[in-house]
């Protein structure tokens, strides 16, 4: 079946440091989406990518999708004490013209930001 | 607007004891799913319902079952929970089944079972 596979699992750094977490799928998909995770929260969405090679910013982060639409990062520029939680990464496959409309989530990349 | 919610947040059951998990949305949306968060695994999709009164198997529903008689609500259970089952459960829910739409997730449910 697909897997999505996130890296890396544990990602600690200081503050003003910057943060990268990479996402990629055994199979192409038809989009990606991202979701970050607080401590003791639940999922939130944060954006989609669709097209490949596409590139979205939101204040200090930007999501890549690559241009086989089977990876995707996530990028954090100078982080704050504000940015730790879970981002998880989660992709619809794609086949053949048809998406199976469940999406598929990595496993997830826990940042932890020491001030 | 609540968004989704979910009933309880905690709960402990001894092996072999049953329960029912209560999630309820309250934005028209058509699909709704049942994922589990453990530890390094992700979350994973237990089952799903595209619409009032269906619901389909997702990526590990052994020993879960689900219903789905309102569109606002769907419920998981547990007939005989085993200590394998415990767990984070978020219910979220979705305007389409495309894939193409955000989901929006409860607050969780911790299930221990001894």
């Known amino acids: 079946g697909q897997q999505v596979m996130q890296i890396p699992q544990y990602q600690h750094v200081q503050e003003g440091e910057d943060f990268t977490t990479y996402c990629n799928s055994s199979?192409?998909?038809?989009?990606i989406q991202w979701y970050k995770q607080r401590p003791g929260g639940h999922p939130v969405f944060l954006i989609q990518l669709v097209k490949s090679g596409e590139v979205k910013k939101q204040k200090r982060l930007t999501f890549q999708f690559g241009e086989a639409k089977k990876n995707s990062s996530l990028h954090i520029t100078a982080t704050q004490t504000t940015d730790v939680g879970t981002y998880f990464c989660?992709?619809?496959?794609?086949?053949?013209?048809?998406?199976?409309?469940?999406?598929?989530f990595g496993q997830g990349t826990i940042l932890t930001v020491h001030p | 607007n609540a968004g989704v919610t979910q009933t309880p947040k905690f709960r402990v059951l001894k092996t072999g004891q049953s329960m029912t998990l209560l999630c309820a949305q309250d934005?028209?949306?058509?699909?709704m799913y049942w994922y589990r968060q453990d530890p390094g695994m992700g979350l994973r999709l237990i089952h799903y319902s595209v619409g009032e009164g269906t619901t389909a198997k997702g990526e590990v529903p052994d020993g879960y079952n689900v219903s789905r008689l309102k569109k606002q609500n769907f419920l998981l259970g547990l007939e005989s929970a085993a200590p394998s089952q415990t767990s984070v459960y978020f219910c979220?829910?979705?305007?389409?089944?495309?894939?193409?739409?955000?989901?929006?997730f409860g607050p969780g449910t911790r299930l221990t079972v001894l």
């Open positions: 989660a992709g619809l496959r794609y086949a053949g013209g048809t998406s199976y409309g469940k999406l598929t």
């Open positions: 934005m028209n949306h058509e699909y």
């Open positions: 979220a829910s979705s305007y389409s089944n495309t894939g193409y739409n955000e989901q929006f």
């Open positions: 199979t192409t998909l038809s989009n």
